[in-house]
């Protein structure tokens, strides 16, 4: 009887691992730059950072939101778009459910006005009447 011995590694499997081992490399650097780049932006943070509510400039390094709206109520009917294209919001908030927007201009419509507050550029907007439907377009302060 012979000895039994297993073949030794060809050229195709050495390549074959080694184009895995360069792939999951890939998937690792291109998913660690992805997660770096969401963590580090500018709206990340400005969200984090609430605006003044008295209509004062936002704190220096901070970005103040075009739009800021937050909920009072149990149900706040919201819709938000960029004009003429996609559709940010269009359902109810929850009481305390806050929204940021940063895009250079917002059609904003309330279904009912008094159930929010709405900071425009960090500045309040005035409330609206019980029941009253608002709609209204906002436009970036290029000085915020």
């Given at each position: 009887m012979g000895r039994h011995r297993s073949d030794p590694m060809g050229i195709?499997?050495?390549v074959?691992?080694?184009l895995v081992v360069l792939l999951a490399l890939a998937l690792l650097a291109v998913g660690g730059k992805a997660l770096m780049?969401?963590?580090g932006t500018?709206?990340?943070?400005?969200?984090?950072?609430?605006?003044?509510?008295?209509?004062s400039p936002s704190p220096a390094g901070t970005r103040a939101p075009t739009v800021q709206i937050v909920c009072s109520a149990?149900?706040?009917?919201v819709f938000v778009r960029v004009p003429g294209g996609d559709v940010l919001m269009d359902?109810?908030?929850t009481r305390g459910e806050q929204a940021s927007y940063f895009?250079?201009?917002?059609?904003?419509?309330?279904?009912d006005a008094s159930t929010v507050t709405v900071?425009?550029?960090?500045?309040?907007r005035p409330p609206g009447e019980a029941g009253e439907r608002q709609s209204f377009k906002v436009t970036r302060d290029p000085g915020r």
């Open positions: 195709a499997r050495l074959l691992i080694g780049t969401a963590l500018d709206e990340a943070g400005a969200a984090a950072t609430p605006a003044a509510t008295d209509g149990d149900r706040c009917p359902r109810d908030m895009e250079p201009e917002l059609d904003v419509v309330l279904g900071l425009e550029n960090g500045a309040q």
